[in-house]
């Protein structure tokens, strides 16, 4: 199998078994409060079993190996309920639990028709009503805290302190408009000590700050922050607008690559590339992002050789011409970024989860303020499909790596059905809290109508995130 193949199928992988984990634990939130205040649940399955399943526990061959009899049929040709069936479909796009009365994305108008039963959902008081549908969303952002204390109880905490960045910070000539010089060191946002150095969680707290602190050549330095910045802009700018600064010293060549080719070694530095000074790693990226950046929509195999030939200088003296592979690599990987004495923190089981529970709520506030990024066009066109969000995991299994980021998107799918879009559980819940204020229960019809609209609504921004993550995959 290609390395590259094989990438796919361990980020795959990962993506399948992180969303299977967290869709049982969601749904089983629902299920939790149902079978707490007394309603029937019909179903649990994850994925979604349209016409067919892959396996149900009312199966004939399961009912009997487990010495059951088999599950009677109405006059229709359905299952009458007997317990709840638990079971995996063949569509993986989620997964549901059936609750008797109410309606959801099944769409179960006939059982709606007939007269209220005392376990339907429909018949219970709106309080318990509002649990069950925030029951998911609840175990979402527990199992992240619970994920997060036990990734920091078996792992601890490993960074380098910003003070301890003694090679400093690189930035975009937009942040060096904006005051920042390459080589400070970010101490401070506003009145909030930076610790270590996040890139996603501190640029999005610089795009709302009034202030940064940095030390430069070891004196504290304010830099009053512009109004209109846009986290967008700063991280899809090259080189970032700030990230840490690289040394450009190898500590690695790749097997047959074109360093090795070239004999390279660790400790040797690149310090032109086609007669262009390399001030350090970030810069060496750079210049070769600007270099593929030069292929043409239609560009040939060709266009793509004459690029890839490239004159480099290594350690100040020795010229030497290679062809970069085709990814436009030399294949190198850098020193320590951070050049300073790594910290290391450990946490036992009782004192994790107070650290969880404060990962967690930083993750969630720094998700729902990226929210507002949605309704820009950028934004709108960043949003990413099953590919985008499978190449967020590790392309080696790294159990670690794994753990968080199921932790971050057990926030992310917390957070999303919040929101109040109708078919998502933040939308059940509106209404129903609309009903408790006001005293006014919605009519069936009217919720089986928005159902629809909420239902359609949500495929169309799924095909609309797999969209964007093809259009990445062509280029466009």
Do not use: C
């Not at 317990?83 to 479909?89: A, D, L, M």
């Amino acid at each position: 199998m290609e390395p590259q193949t094989l990438e796919w199928v361990i980020q795959g992988a990962q993506l399948i078994t992180a969303l299977s984990l967290l869709v049982i634990l969601h749904e089983g939130g629902h299920f939790l409060f149902a079978k707490l205040f007394k309603t029937r649940v019909e179903k649990f399955y994850l994925f979604f079993d349209y016409k067919f399943h892959l396996f149900s526990t009312y199966s004939n061959w399961f009912r009997k190996l487990t010495g059951k009899k088999p599950v009677e049929k109405d006059e229709k040709g359905e299952y009458k309920y007997e317990g709840t069936e638990y079971g995996i479909g063949w569509i993986p796009l989620g997964g549901y639990v059936k609750i008797s009365g109410m309606i959801d994305e099944s769409m179960d108008t006939e059982q709606m028709a007939l007269p209220p039963k005392p376990w339907e959902f429909r018949t219970k008081p709106a309080w318990q009503r509002l649990f069950i549908m925030l029951g998911g969303v609840l175990m979402n952002f527990i199992t992240a805290i619970v994920i997060y204390a036990l990734v920091l109880f078996a792992w601890g905490r490993t960074y380098v302190k910003s003070t301890d960045m003694t090679y400093g910070m690189k930035f975009s000539q937009a942040a060096k408009d904006d005051g920042f010089r390459d080589g400070d060191i970010i101490v401070k946002i506003d009145d909030e000590e930076v610790k270590s150095w996040n890139t996603g969680k501190n640029l999005q707290d610089i795009s709302n700050a009034k202030s940064v602190t940095v030390l430069r050549n070891g004196k504290s330095t304010v830099i009053y922050m512009p109004q209109d910045m846009n986290l967008l802009d700063m991280m899809g700018q090259e080189p970032l607008y700030a990230e840490p600064r690289i040394p450009m010293v190898i500590n690695n060549v790749v097997k047959n690559s074109p360093a090795e080719k070239l004999k390279l070694k660790k400790g040797d530095r690149i310090t032109a590339i086609n007669g262009q000074a390399i001030e350090d790693f970030n810069d060496l990226v750079y210049k070769l992002l600007l270099l593929q950046d030069k292929l043409g929509e239609n560009a040939t195999h060709a266009d793509s050789l004459k690029l890839r030939n490239v004159t480099l200088v290594i350690n100040g003296k020795d010229t030497v011409k290679t062809t970069l592979s085709e990814n436009f690599q030399i294949g190198i990987d850098p020193a320590n970024p951070y050049l300073g004495k790594e910290t290391k923190e450990s946490y036992s089981l009782l004192a994790s989860f107070p650290e969880g529970i404060k990962l967690g709520w930083e993750k969630t506030t720094s998700y729902v303020d990226q929210l507002k990024y949605l309704f820009t066009g950028k934004g709108a066109r960043s949003v990413s499909g099953f590919i985008g969000i499978g190449k967020i995991f590790s392309p080696v299994w790294d159990w670690r790596l794994f753990w968080m980021m199921t932790a971050f998107l057990s926030i992310a799918l917390g957070v999303m059905n919040l929101l109040p879009i109708p078919a998502l559980d933040g939308g059940h819940a509106a209404i129903t809290l609309f009903e408790m204020v006001t005293g006014k229960k919605p009519s069936e019809k009217f919720m089986e109508n928005i159902q629809m609209i909420g239902i359609w609504f949500l495929l169309a921004i799924m095909l609309w995130a797999n969209l964007n993550d093809i259009l990445r995959l062509l280029g466009i």
